[in-house]
């Protein structure tokens, strides 16, 4: 279903439990909205890496848990997902501490809040950050309902 769907490290070990389920999982929630996952790769890495993403690419010198390029070629609506996403997972252990969420959960979140800005929610508005909220809870329960 989801073999469109790669897991890489850079910098980093770090394995990444229950890969085939968060693999169908990402696809049966960009599929919710209507996307088809063409291809995106999750680069683990840790906070030094991303940083350093942040800085040259958005001008940002701050830490963050993800970064997501939209990797797709396009001048109209592309409902194909193509992206590269990096995750700090230094920063996901240290918010799921700072939010008391398990790292596994607080991974998902970030995981699906990549692919959820390629499907069009934003998350700098207060309003948008409410909607993004929203779903990633509705994508996390459909997390455990796919694998009760």
Known sequence: MASSIYFFNQEIDFKLPQKTKIKNW?????NQYKFNVLHINFIFCDDAFLLKLNL?????????????????????????????????VERVKENAKK???????ELKRVLIHGVLHLIGFKDKAKK?????????????????SMNA
Do not use: C, G
């Not at 939010?99 to 959960?105: A, E, G, L, Q, R």
């Open 128 to 144: 948008d950050k409410i909607n993004m909220t929203i779903a990633e809870d509705n994508a996390l329960q459909l997390f455990d």
């Open 26 to 30: 990402i696809a049966a929630t960009a």
């Open 99 to 105: 939010f008391n969420t398990p790292f596994d959960k």
């Open 56 to 88: 040259v690419h958005l001008k940002h010198d701050t830490y963050t848990d993800i970064i997501t390029f939209d990797n797709r070629i396009t001048t109209k609506k592309n409902f194909d997902l193509e992206a590269e996403i990096y995750v700090s």
